[in-house]
C-alpha cells in the first residue's frame, strides 16, 4: 500500500498543482467528499473496506491534500487504526503513510496523538501494515519526533524485524534501524 512516490517533486509549487489540476479540481473534491460520505453511511464492511483503500490510493497524489484536509481524510486513517477489522487498519495505515511527507498532514498526525497509533500498527500480524506502519515513522520523524519514535520499544521491535526471514520486513527495519536510530541504537548496543 505505502509507497515511495517518485512524482512528489513534480508538485511542489501550488502553481504547477493549479495548472494540473484546472476546473477538474472541483470535481475531484466532490468525488473525493462522495466517498467520505459514503464510507460514513454504509453498513456493509466490504463497501467501508473499498472506500478505504480508495481514499488510501488518492493519498498518494499531493493534489489531494488541501480536499483531504477539508474532508478530515487524515482522521479518517487514524481513525481506522484501533479497529479490530484488519482491512480497515491496513488501509488506514497505508493511507497515512502516502500522504505523511505533507508538511501540515505530518504535523497534524503528531498533534493527535498520532504517533502512539502507528506504533501499535508494529504489532499486527498483518505484514502490509507493518511493512506501512515502519515507513509512516520514518516520514513522521523529525528532531521533534525522534525520541518517541526511536524508543528503546520501538528499537527493539526493529531489531526483532531486522532478524525475521522475511526480507521485505527485515530489509525495511535495517534501513530503519541505520538510517532512524544511529544514536540512539549504538547507545542502546553499548549499556
Known amino acids: 500500500m505505502c509507497g515511495y512516490f517518485g512524482s512528489f517533486e513534480m508538485f ?3 502553481a504547477r498543482i493549479d495548472r494540473k489540476t484546472g476546473l477538474d479540481d472541483l470535481r475531484r473534491f466532490e468525488y473525493l467528499q462522495a466517498l467520505v460520505t459514503e464510507f460514513q453511511d454504509t453498513d456493509r464492511q466490504g463497501a467501508k473496506e473499498e472506500i478505504l483503500a480508495n481514499l488510501a490510493n488518492f493519498a498518494y497524489d499531493p493534489i489531494n491534500y488541501d480536499h483531504f484536509r477539508k474532508l478530515n481524510v487524515v482522521d479518517l486513517f487514524m481513525d481506522m487504526l484501533t479497529e479490530e477489522n484488519e482491512q480497515f487498519v491496513e488501509f488506514g ?3 497515512l503513510c502516502n500522504c505523511s511527507l505533507d508538511k501540515e498532514i505530518k504535523q497534524h498526525i503528531v498533534d493527535n496523538g498520532g504517533l502512539s497509533l502507528v506504533i501499535n ?3 499486527s500480524s498483518n505484514e502490509e ?3 506501512s506502519a515502519i515507513t509512516t515513522l520514518m ?3 523529525t528532531p521533534q519526533t525522534q525520541d518517541e519514535i526511536t524508543s528503546q520499544e520501538v528499537v527493539e521491535c526493529m531489531e526483532k524485524f531486522a ?4 526480507s521485505r520486513l527485515s530489509n525495511l527495519a535495517k ?3 541505520q538510517d532512524y536510530c544511529k544514536r540512539t541504537h ?3 548496543k553499548r549499556d
Request: net charge neutral; with cysteine.
Open 186 to 188: 549504538s547507545q542502546q
Open 163 to 166: 532478524a525475521s526471514s522475511n
Open 93 to 95: 495505515i497505508g493511507g
Open 129 to 131: 501494515t507493518v511493512l
Open 12 to 14: 511542489t509549487s501550488q
Open 121 to 123: 500498527c508494529l504489532s
Open 175 to 177: 534501513v530503519f534501524l
Open 139 to 141: 516520514f513522521l520523524t
